[in-house]
């Protein structure tokens, strides 16, 4: 087996503690030696204020993973870019999507890895669902993501504001899983809702459609208390698809047919060091593109003003 990849990781938050650590220190592809943080600390490794110190310190780091906020993202991926680190970005992989692009290059130049992660795509029935859709024809599909933001976000004022992406920031996970299990698509007509003292919106609804016709809709609501739905669904000639769970369950026509516990974070690292072994990027912006899409077609209502 390989050496290890040496790893850092910057921006020690939620996300951070809830999978990263958890993930990096079940997989022998990786040891964790430092992290950066204005803030937060990693027990037991080096850790350091920022990206700049941590790459001058600790010159053996073969790899980082980026995990602040998307806003403040690209200059620490483009400071590891240069000093010749493979780079994972958390989703969504930036602000915008030129900025990404340019990562891309600098990735290329430097000859190392870039991985814009979308932790959704590995949710366990996501492959059967694109399998199911591949051999079925496909009449219509929706995305109905509706979960309470006071309940995952808590205080995260990030969020809201400009490049945070309000509840897009949950819907590009229902998007990433949608462009790679349906046919390419574009957006038609959006409206999102904006609450009065936010700069990003609480609630969005697109329209898509296929080169040949195909309708998708998507509902976004982060308002929604009580169950939470997290589902895909398609109708089509083989029966109506259910992926729902965030893609943990699949069923056609009412019977389960693929469930299992998640293991996202896990098969993203296992996918970066794939790429790492390989000398290859895997960035797909699609997801981004999206958002990006909803925000410049879409329009733009003002609802009432959200407090936590
Ligand atoms: P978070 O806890 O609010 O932020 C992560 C860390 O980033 C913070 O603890 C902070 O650490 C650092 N940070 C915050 N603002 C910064 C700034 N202006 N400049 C530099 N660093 C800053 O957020 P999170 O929930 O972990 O989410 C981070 C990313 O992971 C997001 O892109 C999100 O979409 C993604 N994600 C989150 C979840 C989730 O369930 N929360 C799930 C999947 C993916 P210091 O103050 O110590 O620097």
Same mark, same amino acid.
């Given at each position: 087996?390989?050496?290890?990849?040496?790893?850092?990781?910057?921006? =020690?938050? /939620?996300?951070? +503690?809830?999978?990263?650590?958890? &993930? *990096?220190?079940?997989?022998?592809?990786? +040891?964790?030696?430092?992290?950066?943080?204005?803030?937060?600390?990693?027990?037991?490794?080096?850790?350091?204020?920022?990206?700049?110190?941590? *790459?001058?310190?600790? @010159?053996?780091?073969? !790899?980082?993973?980026?995990?602040?906020?998307?806003?403040?993202?690209?200059?620490?991926? +483009?400071?590891?870019?240069?000093?010749?680190?493979? =780079?994972?970005?958390?989703?969504? %992989?930036?602000?915008?999507?030129?900025?990404?692009? $340019?990562? /891309?290059?600098?990735?290329?130049?430097?000859?190392?890895?870039?991985?814009?992660?979308?932790?959704?795509?590995? &949710?366990? &029935?996501?492959?059967?669902?694109?399998?199911?859709?591949? #051999? !079925?024809?496909?009449?219509?599909? !929706?995305?109905?993501?509706?979960? $309470?933001?006071?309940?995952?976000? %808590?205080?995260?004022?990030?969020?809201?504001?400009?490049?945070?992406?309000?509840?897009?920031?949950?819907?590009?996970?229902?998007?990433?899983?949608?462009?790679?299990?349906?046919?390419?698509?574009?957006? #038609?007509?959006? =409206? *999102?809702?904006?609450?009065?003292?936010?700069?990003? @919106?609480?609630?969005?609804?697109?329209?898509?459609?296929?080169?040949?016709?195909?309708?998708? #809709?998507?509902?976004?609501?982060?308002?929604?208390?009580?169950?939470?739905?997290?589902?895909?669904?398609?109708? #089509?000639?083989?029966?109506?698809?259910?992926?729902?769970?965030?893609?943990?369950?699949?069923?056609?026509?009412?019977?389960?047919?693929?469930?299992?516990?998640?293991?996202?974070?896990?098969?993203?690292?296992?996918?970066?060091?794939?790429?790492?072994? !390989?000398?290859?990027?895997?960035? $797909?912006?699609? @997801? *981004?593109?999206? =958002?990006?899409?909803?925000?410049?077609?879409?329009?733009?209502?003002?609802?009432?003003?959200?407090?936590?």
């Amino acid at each position: 087996m390989s050496q290890p990849i040496k790893i850092g990781i910057v921006g =020690v938050g /939620k996300i951070v +503690r809830d999978q990263h650590l958890p &993930a *990096l220190a079940k997989d022998q592809d990786y +040891r964790l030696i430092a992290a950066a943080s204005r803030h937060g600390k990693v027990d037991d490794i080096a850790n350091f204020p920022d990206i700049e110190a941590m *790459l001058g310190a600790v @010159p053996e780091l073969e !790899a980082v993973s980026l995990c602040m906020p998307p806003q403040f993202r690209y200059d620490a991926a +483009r400071t590891a870019l240069m000093a010749k680190k493979h =780079v994972f970005l958390e989703k969504p %992989p930036g602000a915008t999507v030129s900025e990404v692009e $340019d990562l /891309k290059t600098l990735a290329a130049q430097n000859g190392v890895s870039l991985f814009a992660s979308w932790h959704s795509r590995y &949710a366990p &029935a996501v492959e059967a669902a694109r399998a199911f859709l591949d #051999t !079925a024809k496909i009449r219509s599909a !929706a995305i109905n993501w509706k979960e $309470d933001v006071r309940r995952w976000h %808590p205080n995260q004022e990030w969020i809201w504001a400009p490049g945070g992406f309000g509840v897009f920031d949950p819907g590009i996970n229902a998007l990433s899983i949608a462009t790679h299990i349906l046919p390419a698509m574009f957006i #038609t007509s959006a =409206v *999102l809702d904006f609450p009065e003292n936010r700069a990003s @919106p609480v609630a969005a609804r697109v329209t898509f459609r296929t080169s040949n016709g195909m309708p998708v #809709t998507m509902d976004l609501d982060w308002l929604q208390t009580g169950p939470q739905s997290w589902d895909i669904l398609a109708d #089509t000639d083989k029966g109506a698809m259910v992926l729902s769970g965030g893609g943990s369950k699949l069923a056609i026509d009412g019977k389960v047919i693929h469930e299992e516990p998640e293991a996202e974070y896990p098969m993203l690292y296992k996918r970066f060091a794939e790429i790492v072994r !390989a000398g290859t990027s895997d960035v $797909d912006l699609a @997801p *981004l593109q999206h =958002v990006a899409d909803a925000f410049m077609l879409g329009k733009r209502n003002v609802v009432e003003a959200f407090f936590d």
